[in-house]
């Protein structure tokens, strides 16, 4: 009974949530606000992989940007070289999903094996990789510069866009979730807890994390194609550690293992973040911006290290009980 | 008939350290073995190297007739051979509930189930329940289980081994740590099990007296070899046994 109505009140809050979203853009008429609200959604689908590594399986990736870095490439390559249809960001999506399936893959396979801090380690050198393949093949990526490309006409209209990502984040988040509650994520979690045990119960590790790492690479892969899109634009940045450690931040200010503590942390970040780049113009030190995130890091992990749905919890557990 | 269970020569080695060494064994189907040795004696080590944890210096393992040695613990669990830890080994911020259903999904063989619904595998919740209530834990079904006392720990340790249902079950001193008035329950979930006759059980326990009334056969160890294996009353005669083991030399601190 209690069960069932405290589910049905926090389905009423996303259900609220939703709503308001949805009526954004007919309130707010400030395109920034907008964008803001976009990229809000793409990063929330971009930590919530990462939160398939670090919160259901326990893994811990310095280099999950290169799923990020694939996907815009890949879906912003399709749309310079190919041409700006509709078809061809859907042709680049399917491509985007057979890429980082592929190099998921094959990093899990190659590096899951490894104690946790070598795998760290692996995967900052791979996306490091990465990062010198896309400078160097000129041809292609116009190096460190990048380049600026034409999106399909459906998704120029910075309202449209908006939905689109809207709808992006949710169908991702039901997908995700479902993917956790499966009997599948359950092993992932007991993973996280104790992999000896959970191996003696009869699951193969290797199995789950490669799993774990494909599910979470291809949701990025997708996100950093979404993300290409928002900016028309594409350069080398995608895949730098900073993309990864702004999904580590996001993951664990909103509360690790919970999906939902993703979307709050993508939004938190970034709208303190837009918030620091407006105060640049009274002083420089707002400019800074990374000094204050490490700051926020620090003491999150110190005070919440449970984030934000994890006190949350909290709370809602003494409440339930006093 | 052919034994269930079975090694040879089974040896490990750390460094010039050895506990255990030539280590033979045949286990018959649905007999009821119990290990007794000093602390230190290998005994837990015996299990490791029969459950796969750690892998022999020398010496094989025969699983009904198939030479196990090689394989993970995984794929020894999936060919019947289940066991429980002297340490209790179990998921802490996971409920005790999530615990015993991790290992009835294991047991139904559902491995790979990506996006199924929950709804869709509920029998193994009813049936983790059923579990929990038969070691006498059902009212903490809901709690996290690192917020079990250490006994109740014990318990979910021997549910989740219950759970999944192995023909081979290896328990290492379940009624460690557990207060004394929970001990003869537990001890009962044990001899029902056995009663039941289609598993085969090999039993560490210091608790020696306790376990003496429903052992078939009783193995000491002893500086990790084995000492003797016999009937319980013909080990309780022997002579060796009592000089080396139940004379002075056997330890009841744990
Ligand atoms: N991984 C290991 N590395 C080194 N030595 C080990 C290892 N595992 C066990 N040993 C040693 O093997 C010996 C036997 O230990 P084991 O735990 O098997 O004894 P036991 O008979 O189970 O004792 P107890 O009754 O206290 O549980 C001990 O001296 C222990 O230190
Ligand atoms: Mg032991």
């Known amino acids: 009974m209690m069960l069932t109505r405290r589910l049905a009140s926090s389905r009423w809050w996303i259900g609220l949530v939703v709503?308001?979203?949805i009526g954004f853009p007919f309130v707010s008429d400030s395109r920034g606000a907008l964008i803001l609200m976009t990229q809000i959604f793409i990063y929330a689908v971009f930590a919530m992989s990462y939160d398939i590594l670090l919160g259901y399986t326990g893994i811990i990736s310095f280099?999950?940007?290169?799923?990020?870095?694939?996907?815009?490439?890949?879906?912003?390559?399709?749309?310079?070289?190919?041409?700006?249809?509709?078809?061809?960001?859907?042709?680049?999506?399917?491509?985007?999903?057979?890429?980082?399936?592929?190099?998921?893959?094959?990093?899990?396979?190659?590096?899951?094996?490894?104690?946790?801090?070598?795998?760290?380690?692996?995967?900052l050198a791979i996306a490091g990789l990465f990062l010198v393949l896309a400078e160097k093949w000129r041809d292609v990526t116009k190096g460190s510069d990048g380049f600026t490309f034409y999106i399909p006409d459906l998704l120029k209209d910075r309202t449209s866009l908006y939905?689109?990502?809207?709808?992006?984040?949710?169908?991702?988040?039901?997908l995700l979730k479902r993917f956790t509650d499966s009997p599948t994520g359950k092993v992932l979690q007991a993973i996280r807890e104790n992999e000896q045990r959970t191996e003696s119960l009869g699951y193969q590790i290797l199995h789950y994390k490669i799993i774990a790492s494909m599910v979470a690479g291809l949701a990025a892969g997708l996100s950093g194609s979404m993300y290409a899109i928002t900016l028309r634009f594409v350069n080398t940045a995608v895949f730098g550690t900073n993309v990864t450690l702004d999904a580590l931040l996001m993951t664990i200010i909103g509360g690790v293992g919970?999906?939902?503590?993703?979307?709050?942390?993508?939004?938190?970040?970034?709208?303190?973040?837009?918030?620091?780049?407006?105060?640049?113009?009274?002083?420089?030190?707002?400019?800074?911006w990374m000094i204050f995130f490490g700051a926020i890091y620090i003491l999150a992990v110190m005070f919440f290290p449970q984030g934000i749905v994890g006190m949350f919890r909290q709370w809602r557990a003494k409440w339930n009980k006093g | 008939?052919?034994?269930?269970?079975?090694?040879?020569?089974?040896?490990?080695?750390?460094?010039?350290?050895?506990?255990?060494?030539?280590?033979?064994?045949?286990?018959?189907?649905?007999?009821?073995?119990?290990?007794?040795?000093?602390?230190?004696?290998?005994?837990?080590?015996?299990?490791?190297?029969?459950?796969?944890?750690?892998?022999?210096?020398e010496g094989k393992v025969w699983l009904k007739g198939k030479d196990i040695t090689h394989l993970s613990v995984a794929k020894r669990t999936r060919l019947g051979l289940g066991r429980s830890f002297q340490i209790t080994n179990v998921f802490p911020s996971l409920t005790v509930l999530e615990n015993v259903r991790l290992a009835v999904q294991a047991q139904a063989g559902v491995y790979y189930s990506l996006f199924a619904s929950p709804k869709k595998h509920a029998h193994f919740e009813k049936r983790a329940i059923e579990l929990l209530e038969t070691v006498l834990l059902g009212a903490k079904a809901d709690s996290l289980a690192k917020n079990l006392a250490h006994g109740e720990k014990r318990k979910l340790e021997i549910a989740m081994l219950l759970a999944l249902e192995t023909e081979v079950l290896l328990l290492d001193e379940p009624t460690a740590g557990m207060s004394l008035e929970e001990v003869p329950s537990i001890l009962e979930v044990i001899r029902r099990i056995k009663e039941e006759g289609n598993r085969t059980i090999l039993l560490i326990e210091h608790k020696m007296d306790m376990v003496l009334s429903f052992s078939d056969r009783l193995l000491v160890l002893f500086n990790g070899r084995l000492l003797a294996e016999d009937t319980p009353e013909n080990i309780m005669k022997s002579e060796l046994v009592q000089t080396a083991y139940l004379g002075g030399l056997y330890d009841d601190a744990s």
Request: no cysteine; net charge positive.
């Open chain 2, 1 to 57: 008939m052919q034994p269930i269970l079975q090694t040879e020569g089974l040896t490990i080695a750390f460094g010039g350290h050895k506990p255990v060494q030539d280590v033979s064994l045949n286990v018959m189907p649905h007999t009821f073995t119990s290990i007794i040795g000093p602390n230190g004696a290998g005994k837990t080590t015996l299990f490791n190297l029969l459950s796969g944890q750690l892998k022999p210096t």
């Open chain 1, 258 to 288: 919970t999906l939902f503590g993703s979307m709050l942390g993508s939004a938190l970040i970034l709208l303190v973040h837009a918030g620091l780049t407006d105060l640049a113009k009274i002083h420089w030190i707002f400019e800074r």
């Open chain 1, 63 to 123: 280099g999950h940007a290169m799923f990020f870095g694939i996907g815009a490439y890949t879906t912003a390559i399709f749309l310079h070289r190919w041409d700006h249809s509709l078809l061809s960001f859907l042709v680049s999506l399917l491509a985007v999903l057979v890429l980082t399936g592929i190099v998921s893959y094959l990093i899990g396979v190659m590096t899951l094996r490894l104690k946790s801090h070598f795998y760290a380690m692996l995967t």
């Open chain 1, 163 to 174: 939905f689109v990502a809207l709808a992006f984040m949710i169908i991702m988040f039901f």
């Open chain 1, 19 to 21: 709503l308001l979203l």
